[in-house]
């Protein structure tokens, strides 16, 4: 097994891999025998009409789901196999915030900390969530954030979950134009540093080294 | 290990901020033990003898109370996504919220029991007796009451259904709870009631957290 893998040159194997995945919800077929790529350095712009399969896709990308056919590899392994080494790489935002809204922003950050296995000093948590335009609001329960600054706490978490890969669902949404602008150059800032993304939205995005897959 | 203690203090800490949802399911616990020494009367004998059962089957129900809440609001809020895709093992975050529903559900009924039990005049070593089986019998109800809770996420209606699923497993634990309470109180040996609750926890112990984990994941997917 181990020689099979070492055989693939690791500097040009694509990390993120899925072949020939098919994906059933309900009695529909949402695609089948999709292949996906993303190498680092690489963003995946997922498009398509609503109720096509982008969540769906991006779910079987995660993990969480897994497909009715075909296999999603990280460096070549199968993710089944073994999950949290991928997981440990993996940072996912869907569609709902997954913050606890009766904690505040930072408890929010430091929970998500201990759960993802990283350290986070509290100097880190701090400057980070400053940073996306919290200062001041860190002591408050997440309730009392509106939806933006929501997706900003989202921001600050992705900053210091440190994971290569980013699958996110709908990032842009709720956002104001500056944190549209800021997102975007987090992404940027995330593929110089070999880091891979696969995300969906519905508007045209600025970033380089960005591929369109439409479904 | 981190993670895991991770989970049940934010699940504590959660309820220290939203406390009147367990205090509901505290406060059932202690009107209904109150109603029947009201609803029966003075008569000290009967009381006696109808204690254990009714305490016993009263901790089922206010355990049932709070078991909707164990993943439903992780689940409506994202959170159980991410925790299943934390690299930490997710049978051992599933065993923090359990533990954590022990601590806040389980925990304050053994605590209040010897004060229910005064009501239905029982004497200080029942009252032990009691404790001891609700000690070793209420750590059952939350691990079992997880998987109903696991396996009812997202269903409409799901509270009653997780009753229905739930309810039927927890019997033999009020079994020998309630009966080792009244074999001390006519003077039998309660060891035998005991062993069993003890096998009954650990079996519990053993399995349910990988049951419910897998049940957690089958339901977001």
Known sequence: ?215 | MNAFITIVERDLLLVMRRKSEVLTALFFFVIVTSLFPLGIGADSALLRKIAPGVIWVAALLSTLLGLQRMFAADYADGTLEQLVLSPNSFTSLVFGKIVAHWLVCGLPLVLLAPVIGIQFDLNAESLRVLMATLLLGTPVLSLLGSIGAALTLGVRGGSVLMSLLILPLYIPVLIFGAGAVYASSVGLDISGHFSLLGALFILALAFVPWVSATAVKIAIE
């Open chain 1, 1 to 215: 097994m181990t020689a099979i893998n070492s055989s693939i040159p690791q500097s040009t194997a694509p990390i993120l891999e899925a072949r020939a995945i098919t994906c059933v919800r309900g009695e529909r077929e949402l695609f089948s025998r999709l292949d996906v790529q993303v190498s680092p350095g690489e963003c995946l712009h997922v498009r398509g009409e609503n109720g096509v399969g982008k969540t769906s896709l991006l779910r079987l990308l995660t993990g969480l789901a897994s497909p009715e056919s075909g296999d999603v590899l990280w460096n070549g392994t199968p993710i089944k196999k073994d999950s949290s080494e991928y997981h440990s790489k993996l940072l996912f935002l869907g569609h709902r915030d997954a913050l606890k809204e009766d904690l505040t922003a930072l408890e929010n950050l430091r929970m998500y900390a201990a759960i993802d296995g990283i350290k986070l000093a509290d100097v880190e948590a701090f400057s980070t969530l400053w940073r996306f335009g919290l200062k001041g609001r860190e002591d408050l329960p997440v309730n009392c954030l509106s939806a933006g600054q929501k997706k900003r706490v989202l921001m600050a978490r992705m900053l210091t979950r440190r994971a290569q890969v980013w699958i996110l669902d709908e990032p842009f949404n709720a956002l104001d134009a500056q944190a549209v602008q800021e997102l975007q150059s987090l992404i940027a800032q995330h593929l110089e540093g070999n880091g891979l993304v696969v995300l969906t939205s519905h508007q045209p995005l600025e970033i380089s080294n960005l591929r369109v897959l439409d479904l």
